[in-house]
Structures are given as structure tokens and as C-alpha cells.
């Protein structure tokens, strides 16, 4: 049974959102319940063998899950660190992970850009021991309509937003690579290298102009996809 070391970052209190994009007019009076009924020191204690025992069952049962899903926990785990990835061909592949998504990761080497697929990774190394901690929520600041829609109209409102369905769900490769569309990518396949501008993408293929040419690319063939930061 693998054993993980655990690093936690310090809690932080927050402050109760007031701005809720609701008329006073219509509830002048709003009361924020309890998050829960223990004292803090206990209730950090009940979190944490919450926690032992989830991945406790997660581990026993990793023999029977597919390597897409022990990858998805992996990346999610080295977010924020620099890793060593080693794809199924051999070669080695290094970047800060930036974004686990259900069957992808994104890493960040300096100003470019890679997106793996899992099915194409064979092995991950930390490259570092700690990650950078987030100081806040990344939605605490979101305009106050927005917050509300989310509240109110979650399935709706998350659907309609690639970046909030990531957040939320990790959304697949063929939604995340919608975000590219009319930028210029480079796609490897086995070992040609594709360079061009991305015009269109469906769950099963990714459409670029190269050379003046549309050549239509297999999603499932890709090995990896670079894209430059300006």
C-alpha cells in the first residue's frame, strides 16, 4: 500500500460574503449558518481521518481502476509543482502542472504550453517537494451577479463556461481544446511534428491550416500539443 506524505497548507479564516447581488428590499435580513457544531480542533481532527480513510479505500481499490483515473489523483496531488513526465515512447517531458483535467494534464515549461493526454503518459516524477499554496479561493472575488447565478442556477450557469466545468468537474480533452480555437498550436503524432492555426474542433477530431492546407487530426492519435505564451 503506498504511503503519501501529507503537506498542509495553514487555514486561513474568511471573511462571510456580503455582496450577493440580492435586493435588500427582498430579504433585509440574512443570517449565515454555522459551517458546522464542533470546536475548530476538533473538527480538523474528524476532516483529517475522513480523509485517512477515503484514501485508505482508494488505495485498495486502484487495481481495479483504469490509468486514467490514477493519473487524474496523481496530477491532482503535484499541482502546482514541477514534475518529470515520461511518455509511453520514452521520451521525457518536464513543466510545472497547471491544469489536471479528466483525461489530460497541462504543464507549463517557462512560455510554452504542453497538453498530455494520460493515455500517452507512462510514468510521473515531482520535480520539488512543495507546491505554491493559494492564498485565497479562486472564486472569492467573482462578480457578485455571477456568484448568485452559480447559487441559484449551478447546472445551467457551469455548463455553459469550459473554465467553470474544469473547476468544478475537470472537464475532458475534446472541451478543453475548444479554448484554442484561433490560435496556432504545434501537434505531435508519433514523431511528426504539425504546426498551424486551429479552426475547428468535435469530439472526435481537431481541424488546423497548415501550409495553406486543412488537415483534419485524429484526437485519440495526438500525442501532445504545444501552444506559445505570447
Known amino acids: 500500500m503506498k504511503k ?38 476538533s473538527f480538523e481532527q474528524m476532516e483529517k481521518e475522513i480523509k485517512a480513510a477515503n484514501e485508505l479505500l482508494l488505495d485498495l481499490a486502484l487495481e481495479d481502476r483504469p490509468p486514467e483515473e490514477i493519473f487524474r489523483k496523481v496530477f491532482a496531488g503535484l499541482e502546482g509543482l514541477k514534475v518529470i513526465v515520461i511518455m509511453n515512447e520514452g521520451k521525457t517531458i518536464t513543466g510545472k502542472v497547471m491544469t489536471v483535467g479528466f483525461d489530460f494534464v497541462v504543464l507549463l515549461d517557462g512560455k510554452v504550453e504542453i497538453i498530455l493526454p494520460y493515455r ?16 485565497e479561493p479562486s472564486l ?52 511528426t511534428v504539425i504546426e498551424g492555426l486551429v479552426m475547428d474542433v468535435d469530439k472526435e477530431t481537431i481541424v488546423i491550416e497548415s501550409n495553406k492546407k ?3 487530426i485524429p484526437i485519440d492519435k495526438i500525442t501532445l500539443i504545444k501552444k506559445y505564451q505570447a
Not at 16 to 28: V, Y
Not at 168 to 175: A, G, N, P, S, V
Open 4 to 41: 503519501e506524505i501529507e503537506h498542509t497548507l495553514p487555514q486561513v479564516e474568511q471573511k462571510p460574503i456580503e455582496d450577493f447581488c440580492i435586493d435588500d428590499r427582498c430579504c433585509p435580513e440574512r443570517f449565515p449558518s454555522p459551517t458546522n457544531c464542533l470546536p475548530f480542533e
Open 120 to 135: 500517452q503518459i507512462d510514468m510521473v516524477k515531482p520535480c520539488g517537494r512543495f507546491a505554491e499554496p493559494t492564498t
Open 140 to 191: 472569492l472575488n467573482i462578480d457578485s451577479c455571477l456568484r448568485r447565478d452559480i447559487a441559484f442556477c449551478f447546472g445551467e450557469i457551469v455548463a455553459s463556461s469550459p473554465e467553470l466545468l474544469q473547476r468544478f468537474f475537470k472537464i475532458r480533452l475534446t472541451i478543453y481544446l475548444l479554448l484554442l480555437d484561433a490560435k496556432i498550436i504545434e501537434i505531435t503524432l508519433d514523431n
Open 214 to 216: 486543412l488537415k483534419v
